[in-house]
């Protein structure tokens, strides 16, 4: 089949890659002309594992293309999906311009049917801003073409994006045309073997399934940080909670561990974006409000362990700092709670020495030549001079350091952990100081 699909970010390129390696002819369009130049020389401008050998593959194999051409995007495919960012609006909505800009780029330039299928993460309602944007641009052109707009939520991770799209837990279909829905299985029937994955239903309720389960995700999260603050004062320790609640089948291990904060380009945006719906239609959504405060309250968390540990401040002090990314396995910054803690530790005159194994360019771009933040090329450049260690991303790398060895680089011994890494028993024996989150 021929697909266009529009924004060539983290959604983009990891749907372009996987759909036109199960065979499909593939053609991913963006507006940013120096990112499409690089992925035409197979440069590829994000950090996920496996991508970059997929793209090019498929395009060697002659299945896969860039442009910044919107004519020729809109001509190739049958399928236009719209992957562009929805990022937050000054008030917390989505801003919806990037994608409402797709629709009408496809209505300027379609000769034919087009089905335009939304993967972008979009506000109830927002099929249907897009059938308009289609038909007043067809109105402008005096044609009556015929299209559809399907709403089909993208609910791959960061870090291991392919997997996900590749053996996805569920396809979420919403369309109001049973024929859609059947082109539509009839693409995804590669993701579709082993079991049954297509869930199909109304529009308004696919485009609402995606913001319940980020939200749902993001109030486990949040919920074990309230716990772990509260284990803290209590004597309790919440990794053994979690392990006893985890056990439950009801409850389950995933998303229930505690630590400095959600972050990510979806938790924080989409979880604000909701409750801004709930406002929009006249109900105050609480329990979302909450959800978001406790993880702004817990990014500043380890700050709060530091300031603590060290009463008279952290002026002059320098801080080893193992993880800039919001979660391992991507080089994404997007509201990482290493920014928070950056910016806290500087502002108050330490020294940060910041290592990660993929995002240090990110962290350059974002902070270039910040007062006391220094970005270190190697783990171990992150132990000289330093007097604490701090961890913010869970790496594998950071797992099973020689706490004896950092017990004779660290001046003050101690360590705090914003991710509970690691065995208290294991980092005390080193005669380190051991502060997690929650324990
Ligand atoms: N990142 C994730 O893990 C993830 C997962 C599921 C869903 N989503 C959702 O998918 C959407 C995209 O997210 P992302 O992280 O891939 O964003 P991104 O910022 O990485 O990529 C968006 C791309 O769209 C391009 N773009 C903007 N306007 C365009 C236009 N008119 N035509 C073509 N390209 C255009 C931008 O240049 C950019 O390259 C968002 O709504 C997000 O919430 C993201
Ligand atoms: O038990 C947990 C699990 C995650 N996190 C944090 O939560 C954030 C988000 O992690 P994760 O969900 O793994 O990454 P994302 O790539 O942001 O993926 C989420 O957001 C995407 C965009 O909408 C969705 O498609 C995915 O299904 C959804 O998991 C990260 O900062 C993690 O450190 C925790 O603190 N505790």
Not at 46 to 59: A, C, F, R, S, T
Not at 218 to 225: H, L, W
Not at 249 to 266: A, E, L, V, W
Request: charged content about 25%.
């Amino acid at each position: 089949m021929k697909i266009t699909v529009f924004g060539s970010g983290y959604v983009g390129l990891v749907t372009g890659a996987c759909l036109a390696d199960v065979g499909n002819q593939v053609m991913c369009m963006d507006v940013d002309q120096a990112k499409i130049d690089k992925l035409k020389q197979g440069i590829i401008p994000i950090y996920e594992p496996g991508l970059e050998e997929m793209v090019k593959d498929n395009m060697l194999a002659g299945r896969l293309q860039f442009t910044t051409d919107v004519k020729e995007a809109v001509d190739f495919g049958l399928f236009q999906f719209v992957a562009v960012g929805t990022p937050p609006d000054e008030d917390g909505s989505a801003d919806l311009k990037y994608v409402l800009a797709v629709a009408k780029s496809v209505a300027e330039h379609m000769t034919d049917y087009k089905i335009i299928v939304d993967k972008s993460t979009v506000p109830v309602g927002t099929a249907d801003k897009v059938k308009q944007t289609v038909l007043d641009e067809l109105a402008k052109r005096g044609e009556t073409l015929e299209f559809d707009v399907v709403s089909n939520p993208e609910f791959l991770k960061e870090g291991s994006a392919l997997d996900d799209f590749m053996k996805p837990d569920r396809i979420v279909i919403g369309t109001d045309n049973p024929r859609t829905a059947e082109l539509l299985k009839a693409l995804y029937a590669p993701f579709n073997r082993s079991r049954e994955r297509v869930i199909t239903m109304d529009i308004r309720s696919a485009e609402l399934t995606k913001y319940a389960a980020n939200a749902m995700l993001a109030t486990k999260i949040s919920f074990m940080n309230e716990l772990a603050n509260l284990a803290e004062r209590l004597g309790a320790d919440i990794e053994h909670v979690r392990h006893g609640i985890g056990s439950d089948s009801r409850i389950g291990y995933s998303f229930i561990y505690p630590g400095c904060g959600y972050g990510g380009s979806c938790f924080p945006k989409d979880v604000k974006a909701l409750e801004r719906t709930a406002k929009e239609m006249g109900y105050h959504a609480e329990l979302l409000s909450a959800v978001e405060n406790v993880n702004d309250r817990q990014k500043h968390r380890l700050f709060e362990k530091i300031s603590a540990h060290y009463p008279d401040g952290v002026q002059g002090k320098t801080f080893a700092l193992w993880g800039l990314a919001f979660k391992p396995n991507t080089d994404d910054m997007r509201e990482a709670p290493s920014r928070v803690l950056i910016d806290a530790l500087t502002a108050a005159g330490a020294t940060v020495q910041a290592y990660d194994p993929e995002a240090l360019h990110e962290a350059r771009r974002i902070f270039g030549d910040k007062a006391g933040l220094m970005y270190c090329e190697k783990q171990a450049d992150t132990l000289q001079t330093a007097d604490a260690l701090i961890i913010v991303t869970e790496w594998k790398q950071f797992r099973s350091p020689d706490f004896d060895a950092l017990s004779r680089s660290l001046s003050d011994k101690v360590i705090f952990d914003g991710r509970n890494m690691y065995e208290p028993k294991f980092v005390k024996q080193a005669g380190l100081r051991y502060y997690a989150i929650g324990r």
